[in-house]
């Protein structure tokens, strides 16, 4: 029998706020632990909530991104979620009427083609405390600075049919919400989390299997693997005859597998009732327009006026707007003066290349536009050749140093005197006769090793140009 695969996804992800969503607690990322809390987000009694306006503007402007229909009049819900980092015993959520329903992401496939995922809802609610376990000790210990962070909870249609297309989809909704400005979506942060709905049925079935449940999976990689291994469990536990109980399960890094941790609960479990210490939100027209207006240009628009504007491949356009951040960072280094495909450039290689060798989002790293722009100036006015210009961006990057200094420190500049080359291919040609002869015979691979040995002889600073040049007709006149 051949299986197909179901999943629906719910991505729960932490906005941005400055505030938790209903005190006037930081929603910073650490801190040492219960330190960023207030008896409001700790659920003490008579503590009463207030809404943060912004998380319902970041929310609404997610639901427009995502193609959604914004609920006018909507509320919260209170719901019942008795756990060890979830000090009131229940959660702020929304359960009757999301915050917006009825969206649509479009994926483009590695076979060529797009395919759209439709957008069930998303909705606001508050995150739980984090619960830290201590193998040595055998303790479970409850950090409760992440409750009340503000989270919207995107949840998706029963739509994907391969990890593959779940990858795509989280890339590019990542994509939005950062370009947004709504969340940073750092996954080692716990910003996103996604939790997988799978079930697998017979191909040409129009009726859905038995799902189970992969909680709080905050990796690309964790994501891939988990949908691999529980398509293959429930297909191997199908064809032997078994069947496939509803529950949430766990998924084991190191064991490279998932396991059962619980029953899956339905909604009647939660007891949902009305939040009775808000009042219904209400989103009025004047605020809605503005909202829209307010909607920045995302990556598809960035990577159409890249093409138009300044004739870049599609593939470039692709990884300069993989991270919002970047997408700035290139735009900022052609408007000190860099030519566009120089930035580009030195963005998809040496920028990107030092990035992850360094565990760095775009974000994050000291390197500045001026510094690069400059960089790109020394190598276009011949100054440094690329070779020598890639050792000083090295150095410079980590602390976004001086590069003229550091060019000027360690004697970097590009020898273009025809004396000094002349002399210098004077000693290569003395020295590889075999060589010589080789080139006066007819072959040119000779040529590129007497290129690099002269290079060699000038410690990598000479001009390519001026090597060329001078090589050839010092062969010319042998």
């Known amino acids: 029998m051949i299986w197909e695969t179901v999943i629906g996804l719910e991505t729960h992800v932490e906005l941005s706020t400055k505030t938790k969503i209903f005190c006037a607690c930081t929603t910073e990322f650490g801190g040492a632990p219960n330190t960023h809390c207030c008896p409001v987000c700790m659920g003490m009694p008579g503590a009463l909530p207030v ?22 009049s909507s509320k919260f819900d209170r719901k019942n979620y008795f756990y060890p980092d979830l000090p009131k015993a229940y959660q702020i959520s929304q359960l009757y009427l999301p915050i917006a329903r009825n969206g649509a992401v479009s994926i483009s496939l590695e076979g060529g083609g797009c395919k759209t995922i439709r957008i069930h809802e998303l909705h606001m609610e508050e995150d739980a405390g984090k619960l830290v376990h201590d193998p040595w000790l055998d303790q479970t210990r ?36 950062q370009y947004l400005g709504v969340s940073d979506c750092k996954m080692q942060e716990g910003s996103l989390r996604c939790d997988v709905n ?46 496939v109980v509803q529950e949430t399960r766990r998924w084991d890094e190191n064991k490279d597998a998932t396991f059962a941790m619980r029953s899956k609960e339905n909604a009647q479990d939660y007891r949902y009732f009305p939040e009775p210490d808000l009042l219904p939100l209400e989103i009025g027209e004047d605020d809605l327009e503005r909202l829209r207006r307010e909607q920045p240009e995302l990556a598809e628009a960035r990577m159409a006026r890249y093409q138009a504007d300044w004739g870049l491949p599609v ?29 580009a450039n030195w963005i998809m290689g040496e920028v990107l290349r030092r990035l992850s060798a ?47 200094a550091y060019v000027k420190a360690h004697g970097l500049e590009q020898v273009a005197d025809a004396g000094l080359v002349g002399g210098a291919v004077e000693r290569v040609l003395a020295a590889n006769a075999k060589s010589v002869q080789d080139f006066r015979a ?37």
């Open 358 to 404: 360094d565990g760095l989002e775009a974000g994050d790293m000291a390197l500045t536009p001026g510094t690069l722009a400059r960089l790109i100036e020394l190598v276009q006015t011949g100054t440094l050749n690329r070779n020598t210009a890639v050792r000083v961006f090295d150095a410079v990057f980590s602390d976004d140093g001086d590069v003229d």
């Open 442 to 478: 007819g072959k040119e691979k000779a040529f590129g090793f007497l290129v690099g040995q002269v290079m060699r002889e000038l410690k990598g600073q000479a001009s390519p140009q001026v090597v060329h040049q001078t090589l050839r007709e010092k062969l010319e006149q042998l």
């Open 51 to 72: 809404l943060n306006e912004k998380v319902v503007e970041y929310a609404v402007k997610a639901g427009l991104a995502l193609g959604c229909d914004i609920t006018r």
């Open 198 to 243: 799978l079930s697998v049925r017979p191909v040409g079935s129009a009726e859905l299997g038995t799902r189970t449940e992969m909680k709080n999976l905050n990796s690309f990689k964790a994501i891939a693997r988990s949908i691999e291994y529980e398509a293959k469990r429930q297909i191997e536990l199908l064809e032997e005859g078994g069947r």
């Open 142 to 177: 409850c950090d409760y600075n992440r409750c009340g962070v503000p989270l919207i909870e995107i949840v998706t249609e029963p739509d994907f049919r391969s990890g593959e297309e779940v990858i795509a989809y989280l890339e590019k909704l990542r994509s939005v919400l």
């Open 315 to 343: 593939y470039d356009t692709q990884m300069l707007t993989s991270q919002k951040a970047l997408a700035e960072f290139f735009e900022s280094v052609v408007a000190l003066g860099a030519p566009p495909k120089q930035a």
